[in-house]
Nanobody, 122 residues
């Protein structure tokens, strides 16, 4: 069964950090580009990071310098390290897999995870 399962979300104070995990099963993660997206109710879905099969990465301005995407193909898991979190980072975070490394803007997900809630609040 093909699955992406996110974990690691939770409640964190402004300025804090979280690490999200995206565990893949049923397919070879190493052959897919991975992206993290987020969506808050009433807002459009936003891509927040991307990593290609060659470990090249991309971040939008909103998170660059604060978020880091990585992957461990042996563990079939991708990660999103989030530092200096802000209240506006509050959203449900999703990971997704694209069989072609075409970048974040052109990303076409073949698989999606179910999402994990991140809440940044004091």
């Amino acid at each position: 069964q093909v699955q992406l399962v996110e974990s690691g979300g939770g409640l964190v104070q402004p300025g804090g950090s979280l690490r999200l995990s995206c565990a893949a099963s049923g397919f070879s993660l190493e052959h897919y580009a991975i992206a993290w997206f987020r969506q808050d109710p009433g807002k459009e879905r936003e891509g927040v990071s991307w990593i290609g099969v060659r470990d090249n990465t991309f971040y939008p301005d909103s998170v660059r310098g604060r978020f880091t995407i990585s992957r461990d193909n042996a563990k079939k898991t991708a990660y999103l390290h989030m530092n200096n979190l802000k209240p506006e980072d509050t959203a449900v975070y999703y990971c997704a897999a694209d069989p072609i490394s075409r970048g974040l803007e052109m990303f076409q997900a073949e698989f999606w995870g179910q999402g994990t809630q991140v809440t940044v609040s004091s």
